[in-house]
């Protein structure tokens, strides 16, 4: 339903401008007055389709008002110019046809322009979430790893893979997102046997024996991480 109000709107301009466009002036013209009619219709029509240009995903932002500012800009322009040729019915296509044309180039390199460091931004963006979830997905199974120690060695162990981890670079490449997989799978295998622990308290010492070796593997792992990006 929406897309079809959003499209019954759309439609307003272009159904106004040619009930008066005919209505006021007939189906008669020189080339002039066609010329300024055609490019009329093609700022409107960017206009309307500037949105299919966001790189935002969705999430409507700056980004996207700056595109509808220059393409709101670039059919006011257009709008105003081709109404005086309309208007004057001046029998000169060249001078209209350059003009407008001249205005619908600036309007594309700026436009593009702007495309293009929206997509750059919207990546990078996109690139820090991603190197972030690392970061964060391993700082709180750290965390909860601390809390279901006892405590002891294992614990002082999983304090320092904790503050090693909330202490890593935020940043990524892909000679440490190997390590980062294998520190994610050895801290969910610590967290099912610390689990495993409090639900068999018979066989806690059997199962926990190897608890501070593979701590201390996920800390190399880390280090090996951290060493691995500033090494870049």
């Avoid at 093609?42 to 980004?63: C, H, I, K, M, N």
Wanted: proline share 2%.
């Amino acid at each position: 339903m929406n897309s079809k109000v959003n499209i019954a709107i759309t439609l307003v301009f272009p159904a106004l401008f040619n009930l008066l466009f005919f209505s006021i002036f007939g189906a008669q013209h020189n080339s002039t007055v066609w010329t300024a009619y055609l490019f009329v219709h093609f700022a409107y029509f960017a206009l309307a389709t500037t949105s299919v240009w966001d790189a935002s995903q969705g999430q409507p932002g700056e980004r996207l008002y700056s595109l509808y500012i220059i393409s709101g800009a670039y059919f006011l322009i257009v709008l105003a110019l081709s109404c005086l040729f309309i208007v004057t019915a001046w029998d000169a296509p060249k001078i209209c046809g350059t003009l407008l044309t001249a205005i619908t180039l600036i309007y594309a390199f700026f436009f593009l322009s702007i495309v293009s460091a929206n997509r750059h931004t919207a990546s990078l963006e996109q690139r820090r979430v991603s190197e972030a979830c690392f970061i964060d997905g391993a700082r709180v199974k750290a965390q909860t790893l601390v809390d279901a120690l006892d405590d002891g060695r294992d614990k002082e162990l999983a304090r320092e893979l904790a503050r090693l981890i909330e202490s890593s670079p935020l940043h990524t490449n892909s000679a440490a997102r190997e390590l980062e997989n294998q520190i994610l799978a050895a801290l969910d295998e610590l967290l099912l046997t610390s689990q495993n622990k409090r639900e068999d308290a018979e066989n806690s010492d059997e199962k926990n024996s190897d608890i501070p070796g593979k701590i201390e593997e996920i800390i190399q792992l880390a280090k090996n991480r951290n060493r691995a990006l500033t090494v870049e």
